[in-house]
């Protein structure tokens, strides 16, 4: 199902990116010119803008397959080359993001469940709300104003690569990644303690109780793992949600990865880099789903058996 | 009191109730470049603290790296650039022949957009027809790979003119220019014209045309995109994208200040790529930045948060004009076919107000066609007596206006529409979205009942209503920066497809075309100087557009140094020389 998926996912974004309005042409020509008729023609000519839309996506596809995202058509810069800058930089970001959510989400969720209606269970159960409802550009804008107000702060205001500066890259990522993180956890956070709650209450985990096994030996080794299950799904289709809040993000703390290069393609009608990040946006999260799908085997040797 | 002072104390509660409550969602705003006033700390005579040795005639000390910010560019060649960002790139790296004139500190306005020799030594005009200009003895193209620091020839020029004459989409602004010859001793290059045209020496001053770009560079790799190698005060050092820009001093270029030094005076130029406002205040505020751009709503906020800060107004070389429809002319279409009704629409435009409204503690101008960023020598202030007749359609007179809607036959008003940009000009010019709402209300108070139509400018705003006139009603739009007067009529006048690039109305007035072609292939700088004047009371008579405002504008900067040329005006976005080439920074700060 990966390459179908995939291959529909191409066709789909590559015929919207041409539904987006404005002439690329004119974009690309600038208010001072005035290019007559045969000019546009010229220049669609050069950027192999004049074909059929089925044709381009052939040669688009063609591309493709030999590892050639192609051209930007604003800088003419190699979409791969750019894309081996910014993609670690995103991956970096949001595997900070997943992981920091997750060291939040899931002890606390585990917590919330085991201690239901406690003081805990009521402050997680309204951090999750809250997480939820903070849009990141509104937690972003505000870690960018007031510390700054207050104490004269700002975040560093250079990239630097982790190979080049661990230190200041690990700065520099670490209040976004935080911001997404809190955002992603809010779901992980109640479905944790749903599933928990759930499974607390089943007969197996009644029988461990009456065994007399401890409390961490209950929920650890019988619980958690049972629990987990769908919270291994929902963690998966975070990814999209975690690829948009990098877009937003890199923008508000200057991080050169791919949600900036998307955002700034987008509004210069860029297609290739369009197309190309789409693409690869859709085959990580073709993958991850597939990752998913695989943990469920090691969480429930059940499923691996069936 | 009339009903327009109510109108505007209710804009005012509004927006400044507005302004509270996005305070700390909108701290601040950054233009695409913020480096015109760079590593000065602005102007000596700006409003901060005086300090010991930032007085204008202060030695400058040598060293140190400037701060800005920079948006991400498009491409680097400057002679086929779609942005004006790749301009203002290439000014820190590449020279002109000539370039508009500086002085420390307040340039006075009169001297605005006067050339200079830059490359040139020197020019001399021997006939109407032809301009020679001797090359610097002392010009070097850069001591780096391909040049190597070799002298820069006549024929260097030639070469770039021709490249720049078969590729740039600006080849149009040198349409007079017939041929470009190098001496046989390779200092001298004499520029031919096909017909007089006194502001010749502005076209190679202008920021948009003829850079000099290394002949070896282009050999070797095609274009100028992925190095860059000129003859300026700067060296390219490296850009990466959507991070940082760099250049580091040129040690060997030839220009030198009043006391012999060499310049630029800083070491180092470092501009950073930050896309959210925000972050652009946050980091100013936390010294990271040298200067910005920041909003006029926000002045108050800065001064509280650090009282060293020095605020730079200036005005910019840009002008706002709602335009209208192409077929009122090409089809006679009403009503703006009118004069009476475009005048109406002008006398119902409360400029004063508009400009208290969007810049609340220095105000602005009134623009003619002309930009009064272009300085009093060349723009005529609608407000003077100069204007004779025709400075009376510029009054805010609402009862004035109904009379004259009413004489054109539109006694109960009409109903027409405005479009706008919603996107891009609002991050960049901050006041253009401001009057952008204000209008539909100033002008029902006079019976134009006027629905705003947003436009994406992508989309919708540039490719259509503003480039092909594909538009009803009525338009909001800005006018770039342009490098001289005559440019202003020629764009806005001339057919589409014969030099009238921002002909956007389709304005067809032969005798004022005639007129236009006479005034400006004329010799005589004087003599262009007093018809182009003439036909701004034309114009203005005809309303043909109507002109907006011109706010002053503002930047902060830190008090780290001193140097600033041209404070409050010109706005070139030439800032290489004529900016960044003359800052320095305080020793401490270095």
Known sequence: MVIPTLIGVTILVFLLVRLLPGDVVQQLSGENAQLSKEQRLEVRKELGLDKPVFQQYFVWMSHVARGDLGESLQTKVSVTSELRHRLPVTFELGLLALAISLCVSLPIGVLAAVRQDSILDYVARSGAIAFLSIPSFWMGTLVMVLP??????????????????????????????????????????????????????????????????????????????????????????????????????????????????????????????????????????????????????????????? | ?????????????????????????????????????????????????????????????????GTGTIADLYNMDPHKPIAFLTHVFGSWMYNRLMRFATQRGVLPDDQWYEVAPELAQKVENPEPLSFVFTIHPEAKWHNVDPTFGRPVTAEDVVYNYNRFSSLSPNKGEWDMVDSVVASADNRQVTIKLKYPYGLFLKRAASFNDLWLVAPELIEADGDAEKRSVGSGPFIFEHYERSVDLMFRKNPDYFEKDEWGNSLPYLDKLHLYVIPDTNTVMSQFFAGKLDTTYVQPALLDTIRQQDSKTRINPFLRNLTSFLYFEPASFTSNKPPFNDVRVRRAVSMAIDRDGLLKLVSPEKGGEWPNIVSAGM?????????????????????????????????????????????????????????????????????????????????????????????????????????????????????????????????????????????????????????????????????????????????????????????????????????????????WRYKEYQ
């Open chain 1, 148 to 306: 700054n107000k207050w104490w004269g702060w700002a975040p560093p205001i250079q990239y630097k690569n982790i190979w080049e500066d661990p230190g200041e890259n690990l700065y520099m990522l670490i209040i976004p990644a935080a911001i997404l993180g809190m955002l992603l956890s809010g779901t992980v956070m109640r479905m944790t303690r749903a599933q928990m709650l759930e499974v607390l209450r089943q007969d197996y985990v009644r029988t461990a109780w009456s065994k007399g096994l401890r409390e961490r030996t209950v929920v650890a080794r019988h619980a958690i793992r049972n629990a987990f299950i769908p919270v291994v799904t929902i963690v998966g289709l975070q990814i999209p949600i975690l690829v948009g809040g990098t877009v937003i993000l890199e923008t508000i703390f200057s991080i050169p990865g791919v949600g900036r290069y998307l955002l700034f393609s987008i509004a210069s009608l860029d297609y290739p880099v369009v197309q190309a990040i789409n693409l690869i946006v859709a085959t990580v999260i073709v993958l991850t789903n597939l990752a998913v799908d695989v943990t469920y085997g090691f969480l429930d040797p059940r499923i691996r058996f069936n």
């Open chain 2, 1 to 65: 009191m009339n009903d327009g002072d109510d109108f505007w104390r209710r804009a005012l509660r509004k927006r400044i109730s507005r302004r509270r409550t996005l305070q700390a969602a909108a701290l601040g705003a950054a233009g695409l470049v913020s480096a015109h006033t760079i590593a000065c700390g602005g102007d000596d005579e700006a409003e901060g603290p005086p300090r010991a040795g930032g007085t204008a005639d202060a030695r400058p000390t040598p060293g140190g790296t």
């Open chain 2, 375 to 583: 300085g009093s020598k060349w723009w005529v202030d609608p407000r003077s007596d100069e204007m004779g007749d025709a400075g009376q359609w510029y009054k805010y007179d609402v009862a004035e206006a109904k009379a004259l809607l009413k004489a054109a036959g539109f006694e109960d008003g009409f109903e027409t529409r405005l479009h706008f940009s919603s996107t891009i000009y609002t991050n960049i010019i901050l006041y253009y979205p401001v009057v952008a709402e204000a209008l539909p209300k100033l002008l029902r108070e006079v019976g134009i009942k006027v629905t705003s139509v947003p436009e994406d400018y992508i989309g919708q705003y540039f490719p259509q209503t503003y480039s092909q006139g594909n538009f009803d009603g009525m338009a909001w739009g800005l006018l770039t920066v342009l490098p001289d007067v005559a440019a202003y009529f020629e764009q806005s006048f001339l057919p589409f497809d014969a030099g009238g690039a921002r002909n956007m109305s389709r304005v067809d007035d032969q005798e004022l075309i005639s007129s236009i072609n006479g005034a400006v292939r004329t010799w005589d700088v004087e003599e262009v100087r007093q018809e182009l004047r003439e036909l701004q009371k034309y114009v203005s008579d005809q309303m043909y557009y109507i002109p907006g405002i011109n706010p002053y504008e503002y930047n902060a900067s830190h008090p780290v140094g001193a140097g600033a040329v041209n404070t409050s005006g010109p706005t070139t976005f030439a800032f290489g020389t004529e900016g960044t080439m003359w800052g």
